[in-house]
């Protein structure tokens, strides 16, 4: 891999993740942009304890362009875009409109492919393996960031979910603080060690799905499954089974691998409801241990966190979404359509022949 490091017009940094050690990327951004401002503020919730990031700013930002005005696609002749380049393998940029800036985080974009009518799953596990070495080294680099708590890589897929650029990416955002999604893992680990012993509450989790009946698909390095008390119709979390707290742990042989594993998986979420449903609206989230000091999860270290992936669709049968209403949106108390060992069972009909 290859790494190159410039700026856009307005000062923005963006990077060039080549296969080729012999890739020039001296091309200059020339747009007339202003210097970005942004109004992003983080006001916390005195009855929740949560945070929320306020910007307003990004009511401002690209919505559907057509396929000739994506900013996602290389800059060819006239038409300048967000890589000045006029081609890439994978690129990654602070967003101009983002919704963390400052003492306040930041948030990049993670361009995948410079072709824009693909999706990741129809990447090749070469270029696949590039964009882990991006996630890798992109939370390396955040993580030494003052005002960084924690990295969160993912990707949005589909306009079903809210996606407003069609081309395929995903984000990083880099949190000033941990978030709650996390803290709450993080305090059943604690409450799982104090209780138990000792033992560690995600291998526990990982030992008891290897045993049961909701593996979707395993590997040497790898497995993914169907969670217990999954949230949403099709939920399968990819798990390292060698606990590592973030994307830098990861061995040589379970880097190798991935590609194959999330390639699979991706694909069967696609052929889950049919061809007339191709593709799937889905969301990919990366967890990783917080950067931050851990005193308030009582005995609770960074490397008792395990790294994993978990998607999921809001797609829930053939024509129909999984709407947050009332229960969800109100109380945050899910409720499933669709029986987790049901899901998996369906998940490991549409393997790959």
Same mark, same amino acid.
């Given at each position: 891999?290859?790494?190159?490091?410039?700026?856009?017009?307005?000062? *923005?940094?963006?990077?060039?993740?080549?296969?080729?050690?012999?890739?020039?990327?001296?091309?200059?951004?020339?747009?007339?942009?202003?210097?970005?401002?942004?109004?992003?503020?983080?006001?916390?919730?005195?009855?929740?304890?949560?945070?929320?990031?306020?910007?307003?700013?990004?009511?401002?930002?690209?919505?559907?362009?057509?396929?000739?005005?994506?900013?996602?696609?290389?800059?060819?002749?006239? =038409?300048?875009?967000?890589?000045?380049?006029?081609?890439?393998?994978? #690129?990654?940029?602070?967003?101009?409109?983002?919704?963390?800036?400052?003492?306040?985080?930041?948030? /990049?974009?993670?361009?995948?492919?410079?072709?824009?009518?693909?999706?990741?799953?129809?990447?090749?596990?070469?270029?696949?393996?590039?964009?882990?070495?991006?996630?890798?080294?992109?939370?390396?680099?955040?993580?030494?960031?003052?005002?960084?708590?924690?990295?969160?890589?993912?990707?949005?897929?589909?306009?079903?979910?809210?996606?407003?650029?069609?081309?395929?990416?995903?984000?990083?955002?880099?949190?000033?603080?941990?978030?709650?999604?996390?803290?709450?893992?993080?305090?059943?680990?604690?409450?799982?060690? /104090?209780?138990?012993?000792? /033992?560690?509450?995600?291998?526990?989790?990982?030992?008891?799905?290897?045993?049961?009946?909701?593996?979707?698909?395993?590997?040497?390095?790898?497995?993914?499954?169907?969670?217990?008390?999954?949230?949403?119709?099709?939920?399968?979390?990819?798990?390292?089974?060698?606990?590592?707290?973030?994307?830098?742990?990861?061995?040589?042989?379970?880097?190798?691998?991935?590609?194959?594993?999330?390639?699979?998986?991706?694909?069967?979420?696609?052929?889950?409801?049919?061809?007339?449903?191709?593709?799937?609206?889905?969301?990919?989230?990366?967890?990783?241990?917080?950067?931050?000091?851990? /005193?308030?999860?009582?005995?609770? #270290?960074?490397?008792?966190?395990?790294?994993?992936?978990?998607?999921?669709?809001?797609? *829930?049968?053939?024509?129909?979404?999984?709407?947050?209403?009332?229960?969800?949106?109100?109380?945050? #108390?899910?409720?499933?359509?669709?029986?987790?060992? =049901?899901?998996?069972?369906?998940?490991?009909?549409?393997?790959?022949?």
């Amino acid at each position: 891999m290859k790494k190159t490091s410039t700026r856009l017009a307005d000062g *923005r940094e963006l990077i060039y993740y080549d296969l080729r050690d012999d890739s020039v990327r001296d091309a200059t951004d020339r747009r007339p942009l202003d210097r970005t401002v942004t109004t992003s503020e983080i006001r916390r919730d005195p009855l929740l304890g949560d945070s929320v990031a306020i910007a307003s700013h990004r009511q401002g930002r690209t919505y559907h362009p057509p396929a000739d005005e994506c900013p996602l696609c290389p800059s060819a002749g006239d =038409r300048l875009s967000e890589i000045p380049d006029s081609s890439y393998d994978v #690129v990654v940029f602070e967003n101009r409109f983002p919704s963390l800036a400052g003492d306040s985080g930041r948030c /990049e974009v993670v361009c995948f492919t410079s072709d824009h009518n693909a999706s990741f799953g129809e990447l090749t596990e070469e270029q696949v393996g590039l964009v882990l070495e991006a996630w890798t080294d992109r939370t390396s680099e955040l993580s030494h960031l003052p005002s960084v708590e924690q990295v969160f890589c993912f990707e949005n897929r589909g306009a079903e979910i809210g996606v407003t650029l069609g081309h395929p990416h995903g984000q990083i955002y880099a949190y000033p603080f941990t978030t709650p999604r996390t803290a709450l893992m993080l305090r059943s680990a604690a409450t799982h060690k /104090e209780m138990t012993g000792g /033992e560690n509450l995600f291998d526990a989790v990982l030992e008891r799905e290897l045993a049961g009946e909701r593996v979707v698909l395993e590997g040497e390095h790898w497995v993914a499954f169907v969670p217990y008390a999954a949230h949403w119709p099709y939920e399968v979390h990819l798990y390292p089974k060698r606990r590592v707290p973030d994307l830098l742990g990861l061995d040589e042989g379970a880097r190798t691998e991935f590609p194959k594993v999330y390639l699979e998986l991706l694909r069967r979420f696609d052929r889950i409801f049919g061809e007339s449903e191709s593709p799937a609206p889905y969301i990919a989230a990366w967890h990783q241990a917080p950067f931050g000091a851990l /005193e308030e999860f009582d005995g609770v #270290v960074r490397e008792d966190f395990a790294l994993h992936l978990e998607l999921f669709t809001i797609r *829930r049968t053939s024509g129909k979404l999984k709407f947050l209403a009332g229960s969800e949106s109100g109380m945050n #108390v899910f409720i499933n359509d669709v029986p987790p060992e =049901r899901a998996a069972e369906r998940l490991r009909e549409v393997a790959s022949s």
